[in-house]
C-alpha cells in the first residue's frame, strides 16, 4: 500500500520579535518541521519498514525555502516529496478549504491508501485540514491519533484517538482513510548521515497549480488575516528579582509561608 | 439562514461544560444575526442532557438519539439534517479531540467557511474571529466572506450559560449512512502507582530540561521539597516520564495547594490542567511565557542556576 503524509515547513516566533502588518517579521521567525508531522512521518517510515507499505511521499504546500525540510523527511525515510507552489499562495492566507483542494488534486494523482498528517501545524494552529480533507476525497478518518495499528490484509488500522482528560477511544477505521496524528505516537528517528545523503538523490517534484489542473480561484481564501498584536499580559505574578542565589532565596520564604516543608 | 446551531457535546454519560460556553457563543451571534439559537443533542441520554443544556437564551433543541458515545458519522449527520430541516445556516462547535473529528467535515460538506479554536468573536455584517497563532505569542483578528461559516470555538473563553430556559425538545429521525468507521472501545490511562492529582506539593517539569539526564535535578527539588513530580506533555510523548504524570488536558487536572513549573511555558493545554492550583509558582527563561499570566510567583531566569539554589535552601 502507499502511504501519504502531508508535511508543512511552520514559522517559530523567536523570544523578541517585532509585527509588521498582520505577520510577525519574517527576520524573527525560524522554520521547522511541524513537530507533529514528524510523528506521522516516522509512523509512515515505520510501516515501510513492517514492510506494510510500499511507497512513502510526502507532500507540502510551501515556497522554494520549504525543500530544506522536505529533505529532512525524505532524509528520515519517505521515498520521494511532492512540493506544491504557485504565486497564488503568496496572495494571502490559505484557508483549509484551499489546501484540501491542493491535496485533493494531489491525491489523485497518487491515490494513496492512507493518508497521515499532525493534527495540527505548531504555526496556524486550525487542526482541520486531515479531517476536511477525508471528506472531500471520500475516505474515512480519525482525528488525533496516538495509537496505531495497521492490517493490510483487513484493510482496517486499529487507533487509540486521545480524549482529553486520560481516556483514550479504540477506533477501527477501514482504509482508505486520513489519520491525523497526535505528538507521543512513536518516537520519532533523527536522520542518518547516510540517510541525509540518501535524501540528495530522491525527487523532491515541484509542481504548481496549473500542474494540478488547478487555477487560483481553486484556492482563494475565505479568510483574511486583520490584524496581529501581542496580547496583554494578564500576570500579576510577583516577579522575584535578583541573582540565582537571592530568587531562591526569596522564594523559599514562600514557599515556607504557603507551607512546604513544613 | 440568520439562526445559529450550537452542537453539545457530553462524554461518558456527562455533558461538558464547553457546552454551555457554547450557548453563550452563539446567543451572541444569533443575537448580532437577527436569528435564533438551536442547540443540537446528538447521541447518549439526549433527554438528560437536553434539559441540561437548556438555559436562557435558547430558542430550540433538537435531539438525535443514536448510540452512547460520541460517533463522527452520526454528528455529521445530524448536522446536516439539521441544517436542512432549521433555519440554522452557521454552526458552533466545540474546539475539542472530538470536536476537531467532525467540524472540518461538516465545513467541507456545506462548503463554508471553518475557522477553529476562536477566542473572541465580534459580529458586524460579518464574522470576526480573534485567534492565537505562533504558540499563543499572539492574537490576530480573523474575517470571514461570507455570512455562514462552522466556528469551533476554544473551552473556557466564555462564561457558561445559566439560567433555566423554556426552549421546545424536538426529536429529530435521522437516516444514519453506514460507517468504515467503528468504535469498539474506550480505556482510561495514564494511572498508575502515584496520583499526581492527590499530591499538595508538584514539581512539574517542561520542555526546558532539555535532556532526559536532567531530571534528576528537578527529582531532586521535589525530593527536597517534600513534593510530588508531575510534568507537562513533552516530556511524556519524549517516554522520559510515565503518562501518570502528565498535567494538562489530555492528563490529569491538578489542584494542588502549591504548584511549581519549572521550564514550561504554558500551553494552552497544560493550562488547562494547572490553573485551580492555590499557589502557582513559574521559573522560565522566557519573561513572555504564558505561564507568567497565571503565575502567584514568577522568577525569569535559568532553572539550572535557580533550582540548584533552591535545592540548597531545602537541604
Given amino acids: 500500500m502507499k502511504v501519504l503524509v502531508t508535511v508543512k515547513e511552520v514559522a517559530e516566533a523567536n523570544d523578541d520579535f517585532a509585527i509588521e502588518g498582520t505577520d510577525i517579521a519574517a527576520s524573527d521567525l525560524e522554520y521547522d518541521l511541524n513537530e507533529w508531522d514528524d510523528y506521522a512521518i516516522e509512523a509512515a517510515v515505520q510501516l515501510a519498514e513492517a ?5 512513502v511521499v510526502t507532500v507540502t504546500i510551501g515556497p522554494e525555502r520549504t525543500e530544506e525540510t522536505i529533505r529532512m523527511a525524505l532524509a528520515k525515510g519517505a521515498d520521494r516529496a511532492v512540493r506544491v507552489w504557485d504565486e497564488a499562495f503568496e496572495a494571502g492566507f490559505a484557508d483549509v478549504a484551499a489546501k484540501v ?26 487542526g482541520a485540514t486531515g479531517v476536511a480533507l477525508a471528506e472531500r476525497i471520500g475516505f474515512e478518518h480519525a482525528a488525533v491519533v496516538n495509537a496505531l495499528d495497521v492490517d493490510a490484509d483487513a484493510g482496517v488500522a486499529h487507533v487509540r484517538r486521545e480524549l482529553e482528560g486520560g481516556v483514550e477511544e479504540l477506533t477501527d477505521v477501514e482504509l482508505p482513510a486520513v489519520l491525523t496524528v497526535q505528538t507521543g505516537l512513536n518516537e520519532p528517528r533523527y536522520a542518518s548521515l547516510r540517510g541525509i545523503r540518501q535524501a540528495q538523490r530522491k525527487e523532491i517534484a515541484a509542481t504548481d497549480l496549473s500542474d494540478l489542473g488547478l487555477s487560483a480561484d481553486d484556492v482563494e481564501s475565505a479568510l483574511t488575516i486583520t490584524s496581529m498584536y501581542e496580547p496583554e499580559s494578564e500576570s500579576d505574578a510577583e516577579l522575584i528579582e535578583g541573582d540565582a542565589g537571592e530568587a531562591a532565596g526569596r522564594l523559599a520564604e514562600v514557599l515556607r509561608e504557603k507551607g512546604v516543608d513544613a | 439562514m440568520d439562526d445559529v446551531l450550537v452542537v453539545s457535546e457530553h462524554r461518558r454519560g456527562e455533558l461538558r461544560d464547553v457546552s454551555h460556553e457554547a450557548v453563550t457563543a452563539g446567543r451572541a451571534l444569533a443575537d448580532a444575526r437577527g436569528g435564533d439559537l438551536h ?64 467540524a472540518p467535515a461538516v465545513a467541507e460538506a456545506q462548503g463554508l467557511p471553518l475557522v477553529t479554536d476562536a477566542i473572541g468573536i465580534e459580529y458586524d455584517d460579518g464574522l470576526t474571529v480573534t485567534r492565537e497563532m505562533y504558540g499563543s505569542k499572539v492574537e490576530t483578528t ?16 466564555w462564561a457558561p450559560a445559566e439560567g433555566v430556559g423554556d426552549a421546545p425538545v424536538e426529536s429529530v429521525g435521522i437516516d444514519i449512512p453506514e460507517s468504515g468507521a467503528r468504535v469498539t472501545g474506550f480505556e482510561e490511562v495514564g494511572n498508575g502507582d502515584v496520583d499526581i492529582a492527590d499530591a499538595d506539593v508538584l514539581v512539574s517539569v517542561g520542555r526546558g530540561i532539555g535532556e532526559e539526564e536532567n531530571l534528576e535535578l528537578v527529582e531532586e527539588l521535589a525530593d527536597a521539597l517534600g513534593a510530588t513530580l508531575s510534568s507537562s506533555r513533552p ?81
Fill in chain 2, 39 to 102: 442547540v443540537a443533542v446528538i447521541a447518549g441520554n439526549v433527554e438528560r442532557f437536553a434539559e441540561d443544556v437548556n438555559r436562557a437564551g435558547v430558542d430550540a433543541i433538537h435531539t438525535v438519539e443514536h448510540g452512547e458515545e460520541f460517533d463522527h458519522n452520526v454528528y455529521q449527520a445530524a448536522i446536516a439534517a439539521l441544517l436542512d430541516q432549521t433555519d440554522a445556516g452557521t454552526v458552533v462547535i466545540p474546539n475539542s479531540v472530538n470536536g476537531l473529528d467532525y
Fill in chain 1, 51 to 55: 514492510g506494510i507499505a510500499d511507497e
Fill in chain 2, 142 to 157: 480573523v474575517d470571514v466572506t461570507g455570512d455562514r461559516f462552522v466556528l469551533t470555538i476554544r473551552g473556557g473563553e
Fill in chain 1, 101 to 126: 483542494s491542493t491535496f485533493e488534486a494531489v491525491v489523485e494523482d497518487e491515490d494513496p491508501d492512507l493518508i497521515l498528517g499532525g493534527v495540527q501545524a505548531a504555526d496556524t494552529g486550525f
Fill in chain 2, 235 to 315: 516530556i511524556v510523548d519524549n517516554g522520559w516520564l510515565p503518562k501518570n504524570r502528565q498535567v494538562g488536558q489530555s492528563g490529569k487536572v491538578v489542584t494542588p495547594d502549591v504548584y511549581i513549573a519549572v521550564g514550561i511555558s504554558g500551553a494552552v493545554q497544560h493550562v488547562a490542567g494547572m490553573k485551580g492550583s492555590d499557589t502557582i509558582v513559574a521559573i522560565n527563561t522566557d519573561p513572555n511565557a504564558p505561564i507568567f499570566d497565571i503565575a502567584d510567583y514568577g522568577i525569569v531566569g535559568d532553572l539550572f542556576d535557580v533550582v540548584p539554589e533552591l535545592i540548597d535552601q531545602f537541604a
